[in-house]
């Protein structure tokens, strides 16, 4: 069958009968994605204005070779490679015409042969296993999904230790949790390799976390962005929350605001900004009415381009039946905790989810003639 994205016409294939799990149904096209394909072509865009000599672009894992055709459309020269040869077939019809090629490759071992200038790994699962090729193969953008959201956000807690070389923790702003947590993992990935990865837009959407890295080959640069990497101590009691930077944690031995022992650690996780905010408001102005998600990729980019650089968020529901309180409008909760002369922000986390630098102490009294 065919499919028309951003424009752009492909022949696709639909999951297959009987395929319910794993990577063949993944193989071909998945319409869930188009969001993130939509976004990939935006940040391609306003990257192309960042980094003009960027001209390559790789998807590793390009299945039918949806994006990697929107990719080529937009005048990226673009290859598409993918193991299975079913793909590599159809990929290469969807590329013909266009400047693109479609390769039967192992991504591992492509990566580890040259440089792309991009590269965009969106494997099914975890991109860990293809971590060290990517941070190796890539010259400007890392571009990666990760579709295991429960080893990220610590409800599967000892995949996502063995995963990503650190403590998840399961709280209640677990997609930032889980997107932190991948950064963090990348980080330290390409710092291994004297590069200095640093995320320039990200987002995490219903089944899948989603970061743009840039990346430089500067061993100096590489041990700053170490910097950026510390714990969250989060108290399961008052939900309070502090984080620390640095290579060893110092976690509480109970809750300095309640006294609990619930204490939890996570960590090391990306305490740094996970987008740059300027470049995430290009990105949504890159965003054109021949997307078929345009309505809520701008919303998200420009939610995500908003937000507070804390390390985590909080969520009004889950305050405020900790508060025994009706919970009420998002705009009017933000609008009071500013008022009160705070930083506040919303969180494209969740329609519920918001950042600011007052304490749940605080928030409680700025918030509390409101109901
Ligand atoms: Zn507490």
Redesign the pocket.
């Known amino acids: 069958m065919e499919v028309t994205e951003g424009g752009v016409t492909v022949e696709v294939e639909g999951a297959r009968d009987g395929a319910s799990e794993g990577r063949a149904d993944e193989v071909f096209y998945n319409p869930e994605m188009e969001l993130n394909r939509d976004i990939t072509v935006a940040t391609l865009r306003a990257y192309a204005d960042r980094e003009p000599r960027a001209e390559t672009y790789l998807d590793a894992m390009a299945a039918s070779g949806v994006r990697a055709t929107r990719a080529a459309a937009e005048g990226w020269d673009v290859t598409a490679a993918d193991v299975d040869d079913d793909a590599v077939a159809l990929a290469g019809r969807n590329l013909a015409p266009y400047d693109g090629e479609a390769v039967q490759r192992d991504a591992n071992a492509l990566l580890h042969e040259g440089f792309f200038d991009v590269v965009d790994v969106d494997p099914y699962g975890s991109p860990m296993p293809f971590a060290d090729a990517a941070v190796a193969g890539t010259r400007n953008l890392l571009c990666v999904t990760a579709t295991d959201t429960a080893p990220l956000c610590g409800a599967h807690f000892e995949s996502g230790v063995r995963r990503y070389d650190t403590l998840p923790r399961n709280t209640e702003y677990h997609p930032e949790m889980g997107l932190r947590v991948l950064i963090g993992a990348l980080v330290r990935r390409a710092a291994s390799r004297d590069k200095a990865a640093v995320p320039i837009c990200s987002h995490v959407s219903r089944h899948y976390a989603r970061t743009y890295l840039e990346l430089e080959a500067n061993a100096t640069e590489a041990t700053a962005t170490l910097d950026s990497l510390g714990f969250v101590h989060h108290?399961e009691?008052?939900l309070?929350r502090d984080h620390e930077f640095g290579r060893l944690p110092d976690a509480p031995e109970s809750?300095p605001?309640?006294?609990?022992n619930r204490?939890l650690t996570a960590g090391p996780i990306w305490l740094g900004a996970v987008a740059d905010a300027e470049f995430a408001g290009r990105v949504a102005g890159e965003v054109t009415d021949d997307m078929g998600e345009a309505k809520r990729a701008r919303t998200l980019l420009d939610t995500v381009a908003d937000e507070l650089d804390t390390p985590t968020h909080y969520d009004q529901h889950r305050l405020c039946k900790q508060w025994s309180r009706p919970a009420v409008g998002m705009d009017v909760f933000v609008d009071a905790l500013r008022e009160a002369g705070f930083d506040a922000s919303h969180a494209h986390y969740s329609g519920t989810a918001f950042k600011t630098d007052a304490t749940v102490a605080e928030m409680r009294e700025a918030t509390a003639g409101l109901a």
């Open positions: 108290c009691d008052c309070e809750c605001y309640c006294g609990s204490v």
